[in-house]
């Protein structure tokens, strides 16, 4: 879609779900202007997308890796895809 943007699907593992994960992850990808959505699984697991700069979605991404204040990631799965030209991010 966007010259210069990309898309990263993460799924964090671990002790990640009622420590404020989303919405952590909802201010840090507002703060840098990355769209998307993230969202608690049935698994235990937190689910996000991340589209807009390199940097910005490379810096969401490091903070999937170590989480919130209180989160314990035991590993992260990172995925590439195309981007969508989302817009905006959303806590689901």
């Known amino acids: 879609m966007d010259e210069g943007r990309v898309r990263r699907r ?8 009622g420590v404020f994960f989303r919405d952590s992850a909802q ?4 703060s840098r202007g990355v769209a ?10 937190v ?3 991340f589209e807009g700069e390199p940097d ?6 490091e903070f999937c ?6 989160a314990d990631v035991d590993r ?3 995925t590439e895809e ?5 817009s905006a991010f959303q806590v689901r």
């Open 10 to 17: 993460v799924v964090i593992h671990g002790r990640v779900q």
């Open 65 to 70: 890796e170590r989480g919130p204040r209180g």
């Open 47 to 49: 689910e996000a997308v």
């Open 56 to 61: 910005a979605v490379r810096a969401l991404v």
């Open 82 to 86: 195309e981007p969508e030209g989302l």
């Open 76 to 78: 992260v799965e990172t």
């Open 27 to 30: 201010r840090q990808a507002s």
């Open 36 to 45: 998307g959505w993230i969202c608690n699984r049935s698994d235990g697991a």
